[in-house]
Every structure is written in structure tokens, then in C-alpha cells.
């Protein structure tokens, strides 16, 4: 019996299937072979203490980390991964296979969105929990980057003043 799982992404319902055994190893296989070294890099850019979620990110780091993780692949190989990756997903109710450029047009974030859910509902990694931790991660970096400015701001107007 068939894994079925069902997210409410940009406003549209996607349901993603579970890939049988075999095609789920060849998809986790050729994802680890692309995004294993990239990965590691993008963790290894989370700097200082704690946990890896509540660090200083290092965007050079990271920045290089994705941008190896694109090199990776050729545009036939990315197509093709994708497809793949979404071969037995609906959007409200149809498949997308057959109208994959259509679905997708103009809507590349909510490719990327609905392919992490493919892999969340396959592979059971919570992607969208870690995206979102990363996210508020670097949201309070900026804050205090923010922050640091303004007090530096303060005490030069101080000086002047």
C-alpha cells in the first residue's frame, strides 16, 4: 500500500506518493552523490557553540556550499532529478507529470518547495522544519548585525555630538 502525504504549498494542495524500495534507492542514491560533499559544507559554514541551528552562519561557507551543489549537476541531469522527484505528485487533484512546465511556470520557489516535500515524504527528513530553523537562524543574524550597526551608529553620533 502506497504512502500518500498531502501539504498546502503557495496555496495550491499537493499530495506526494511514496516511491517504491527500489526507485527510492536509486533517487537517495543520486542525491547523496550530488548533495553529500555540498552538504557538508553548508553544516560546516554554521559556526561557534550549540547546537548547528543556533550558530553564526558563515555565508561565504554556505554561499560556496550551494553553489558546488549546482555545478554538480548539468541541466538534463537537474530535469531529470526533478521530474523524478515529483513523477507521483498531484497539485488540487491532477498529476503534475504531465504538465510539469505548465505548473511550474514563473513558480520556481514552489518547485523547490514541493520537491523538499518529495524528499521529506520519502526519505523522512524534515526538510521544511530545518529550512524554516535556518531561516529564523539567519533572520537573527541579520537582526544582530542590525543591531551592532545601530549601537555603533549611537555611540559615534556620542562622539560627535
Do not use: H
Not at 547546537?51 to 554538480?72: M, Y
Request: proline share 2%; charged share 25%; net charge negative.
Amino acid at each position: 500500500m502506497k504512502k500518500y502525504e498531502e501539504r498546502i504549498i503557495d496555496g495550491d494542495t499537493w499530495l506526494v506518493a511514496a516511491f517504491s524500495a527500489t526507485e527510492g534507492i536509486k533517487i537517495g542514491k543520486k542525491l547523496l552523490s550530488i548533495a553529500g560533499v555540498p552538504l557538508g559544507k553548508a553544516i560546516g559554514g554554521l559556526v561557534g557553540s550549540g547546537s548547528s541551528l543556533d550558530k553564526r552562519i558563515d555565508f561565504g561557507a554556505v554561499g560556496e556550499a550551494i553553489g558546488g551543489l549546482f555545478e554538480r549537476l548539468g541541466d538534463d541531469e537537474l530535469d531529470e532529478l526533478l521530474k523524478r522527484l515529483l513523477k507521483c505528485t498531484q497539485i488540487n487533484g491532477k498529476d503534475v507529470a504531465p504538465q510539469f512546465d505548465v505548473v511550474f511556470q514563473r513558480r520556481y520557489a514552489t518547485l523547490i518547495k514541493v520537491a523538499l516535500f518529495a524528499i521529506e515524504v520519502n526519505f523522512d527528513i524534515p526538510l521544511g522544519s530545518w529550512l524554516t530553523l535556518a531561516s529564523e537562524a539567519i533572520q537573527k543574524e541579520s537582526q544582530s548585525m542590525q543591531e551592532q550597526s545601530s549601537d555603533q551608529s549611537e555611540v559615534s553620533s556620542r562622539k560627535n555630538g
